[in-house]
């Protein structure tokens, strides 16, 4: 035999029982201010994406691209620490557009590889990216003394 007690059955009887609430530690979202808009940090990391790519038509350093890359998405973890994956595609996806309008429009045009090495040069702004929000995570729990 079941018991029916053990299932729990709405009822439209007002209830006194007060709703449980979380704890505030899990109901914060960290370094998030109300009124704040990311737009200028997503501006600002189209804006070094580009400048990124065009540095990487100009000079055609693969090394050189990946460490602006690293350093832009460093500044942008540290900055907004909140899901820094964001900043690898903000900043990544306007390296190989900026290789294509410099296909499109220049006459030296890049090569196959270093289309393709612009995929690549992403990647480092993912330590960027991580190390930035790492480092912020710290340097807030170092205000707070903890």
Not at 14 to 38: F, I, K
Not at 99 to 112: C, D, G
Not at 115 to 124: D, E, M, N, Q, R
């Amino acid at each position: 035999m079941v018991d029916s007690t053990q299932y729990l059955v709405p009822s439209n009887e007002p209830s006194n029982e007060r709703p449980v609430e979380a704890p505030a530690a899990m109901m914060s979202q960290p370094n998030l201010r109300p009124g704040r808009s990311d737009l200028p940090f997503y501006l600002l990391g189209a804006l070094a994406g580009i400048g990124t790519g065009w540095i990487d038509v100009a000079v055609d350093d693969l090394l050189f691209t990946a460490l602006l890359v690293l350093m832009a998405c460093m500044l942008l973890g540290l900055l907004r620490p909140r899901w820094p994956w964001r900043w690898v595609v903000v900043v990544g996806i306007f390296i190989p557009l900026t290789e294509l309008a410099a296909y499109l429009i220049r006459t030296v045009k890049p090569t196959r590889a270093q289309v393709y090495g612009s995929f690549l040069a992403s990647l480092p702004g993912f330590a960027g990216a991580y190390g930035g929000a790492v480092v912020r995570g710290v340097i807030e729990n170092l205000r707070q003394g903890k």
